[in-house]
């Protein structure tokens, strides 16, 4: 996957609850995407100078931020769990693009009106977003213990590794599925178009000012 330094490269969820609305913008902003490459690791736009490059989604900041791919399409819980991890902010932010919408929540078996975030002081909280959930602790004063998880996070108080958890929530079904109640929002996300903060040469930027300004289009229509 060595990408061709003469076009476009944007990062996208390969498979996966970004990757279906991803490509619809990208046709919807008047791009015509064929499959290519081994494993359809990429996608090329057959009248755009672009090539998607189909990775998870945890790898599209770095790719962004790296400058493998001068664009992408990304959740801002990835980005933003990323981005506390890093020195220095590699990746802007461009465009919200209105899909993917869901709430980093705190939730834990009891009800909401019982809850107070004081209740969380010394207590165990298993998350995939360990960086987001310690700012908010921290922000708070509340000295939590922050458990990382790399899936089924839903399930860590039936298992006894922690009391609460950290986890992402669109409808509510999987923590009503695990008797669980949503009590604190920490973060708020949507899918964002982002944008390496490297230098992008001058042929290339063009190319990406108008990809900008298509996909702004699409956005601004569908609102
Ligand atoms: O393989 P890859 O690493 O690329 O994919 P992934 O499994 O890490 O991510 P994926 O496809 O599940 O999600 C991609 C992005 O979609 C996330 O980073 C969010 O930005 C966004 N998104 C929107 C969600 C949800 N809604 C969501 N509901 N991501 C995950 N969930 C999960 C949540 O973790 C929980 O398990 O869905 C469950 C809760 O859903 P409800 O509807 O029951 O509340
Ligand atoms: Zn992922």
């Known amino acids: 996957m060595s990408p061709d330094r003469n076009r476009l490269h944007l990062a996208i969820q390969k498979s996966g ?3 279906e609305q991803s490509r619809d913008l990208l046709k919807g902003a008047g791009l015509k995407l064929s ?3 081994k494993n359809h690791l990429a996608a090329r736009a057959e009248n755009f100078p672009l090539d998607l490059m189909l990775v998870r989604d ?3 900041p770095t790719f962004v931020a790296d400058g493998v791919c001068e664009l992408g399409i990304v959740g801002q819980n990835v980005l933003e769990e990323y981005a506390l991890g890093q020195p220095e902010r590699r990746i802007e932010e461009l465009l919200r693009l209105g899909f993917g919408r869901c709430s980093l929540r705190i939730a834990g078996p009891e009800s909401a009106d019982e809850f107070a975030l004081d209740r969380l002081q010394g207590q165990r909280i298993a998350t995939s977003y360990p960086r987001l959930l ?3 602790l921290e922000q708070r004063g509340i000295d939590a213990e922050v458990v990382t998880m790399r ?3 839903e399930l860590a108080p039936r298992l006894g590794i922690a009391g609460y958890i950290c986890d992402l929530v669109s409808t509510g079904a999987t923590l009503e ?3 669980l109640t949503a009590l604190a929002d920490v973060f708020d996300s949507e899918a964002v178009l982002i944008r390496t903060r490297r230098p992008i040469d001058g042929a290339h930027a063009e190319k990406a ?3 900008l300004t298509r996909i702004e289009g699409v ?3 569908a609102e």
Do not use: H, P
Request: no cysteine; charged share 20%.
């Open 219 to 221: 956005i601004a229509t």
């Open 209 to 211: 000012d108008a990809l």
């Open 151 to 153: 899936g089924a996070v």
């Open 177 to 179: 599925a695990n008797g």
């Open 35 to 37: 499959q290519s490459g």
């Open 17 to 19: 609850r970004l990757s």
């Open 134 to 136: 310690g700012r908010f």
């Open 58 to 60: 945890d790898d599209i």
